[in-house]
């Protein structure tokens, strides 16, 4: 159904776009999560009382009270791929306590937060998840030393080719650990942006590791661990 919101007209369009690209292939490539399962997120919905969307509500509304601006809001939830989980629970948002303007209004909300940090195509339909304009990437390279690996000798590059690819793989295993199906909540991938020198340049970044709901996760090393990848091209 139409609703005079753009931004819920456009997010209709792509998730059944995305409904449809899970049952061909490749269907693993699609926004906002390589599977779209709406049901998964129906285990919050069905305390008829203070159910999760409920809380949402009121807590959005409360800060709002307080006087605090959607922008702050969303920087609240972190990443934009944290927020774009919930988005899974618009499928069930129907059996809430919500009336229906509520559940129209805290969809609107959460499609605005989520495109509030992304400085265009807030539902990477072009494949490219932007969060940095040029200054920022700039201002972030500016503090990092990048390693040229093609010039090292071939037994360093190919010793740190391996290491990188295990780090990556080892965060990436933790993130499925802490936050199990919905493991985006503790990651966000964004680029590709086009350096100076016409390299494309990936950021990784892994938040939120030292995870309060386990105790194991105190003996961590880092909170964040942040990754920045250069390449001469990238293909989708």
């Given at each position: 159904m139409k609703n005079n919101n753009h931004l819920l007209n456009k997010f209709t369009e792509v998730m059944a776009n995305a409904l449809l690209g899970v049952s061909e292939e490749p269907g693993l490539y699609i926004w906002p999560m390589p599977y779209f399962h709406p049901a998964e997120g129906n285990f919050y919905l069905y305390a008829p009382k203070n159910s999760f969307l409920v809380q949402l509500?009121?807590?959005?509304?409360?800060?709002?009270?307080?006087?605090?601006?959607d922008k702050d809001i969303a920087l609240l939830f972190k990443k934009p791929s944290r927020i774009a989980t919930l988005t899974f629970l618009f499928e069930g948002m129907r059996y809430s306590e919500l009336t229906k303007e509520e559940r129209v209004k805290l969809a609107i909300?959460?499609?605005n937060y989520i495109a509030s940090f992304r400085k265009e195509d807030p539902f990477c339909e072009e494949m490219r998840n932007i969060l940095w304009d040029e200054s920022e990437v700039r201002?972030?390279?500016?503090?990092v030393n990048l390693i040229s690996i093609p010039q090292l000798p071939r037994d360093k590059s190919t010793k740190i080719r391996k290491l990188a690819s295990q780090i990556n793989a080892s965060l990436w295993l933790l993130c499925e650990y802490l936050y199990f199906n919905h493991h985006s909540i503790g990651?966000?991938?964004?680029?590709?942006?086009?350096l100076d020198n016409g390299l494309l340049l990936i950021v990784?970044?892994?938040y939120d590791l030292k995870n309060e709901l386990w105790s194991f996760s105190d003996k961590l090393p880092a909170n964040q661990i942040t990754s920045f990848e250069v390449y001469e091209k990238i293909q989708k």
């Open positions: 509500r009121s807590l959005i509304d409360g800060l709002r009270n307080k006087g605090v601006n909300d959460i499609l201002d972030v390279l500016r503090k990651h966000e991938f964004h680029g590709p942006y086009r990784r970044e892994y």
